[in-house]
């Protein structure tokens, strides 16, 4: 179908004053049952994600102390990596 016979196709949908329950009737017969669970997956994904961010721990480093920690924590050979090389901020 073209663009403009999808258009169209919405705007006689739209016209038709559906009720809430006639919209989700519509819905699940226009969309395949494999999208609609990848669409309620990726939804319930993204929520976990953001609650996860939204989380504050207590006691949580600064994003400073974060960087601290990494480069102290990066040994090889009892060396430390990077004391070949300059860091800087």
């Known amino acids: 179908m073209s663009t ?3 258009n169209n196709l919405l705007t006689y949908i739209k016209g ?4 809430y ?5 519509l819905a699940e017969h226009l969309v395949e049952p494999e999208e609609m669970e990848r669409i309620v997956e990726r939804k319930r994904n993204e929520q976990f994600v953001r609650d996860m961010r939204a989380l504050q721990y207590e006691g949580q480093p ?13 040994y090889f050979d009892n060396n430390k990596l990077g004391s070949h090389y300059a860091c800087e901020d």
Do not use: G
């Not at 038709?16 to 009720?19: A, E, F, G």
């Not at 329950?21 to 009737?25: A, C, G, I, S, Y």
């Not at 600064?62 to 990066?74: F, G, N, V």
């Open 4 to 6: 403009t016979a999808l």
């Open 62 to 74: 600064t994003a400073e102390e974060m960087k601290r920690l990494i480069r102290e924590s990066h």
């Open 21 to 25: 329950n006639d919209r989700q009737w």
């Open 16 to 19: 038709l004053s559906l009720s």
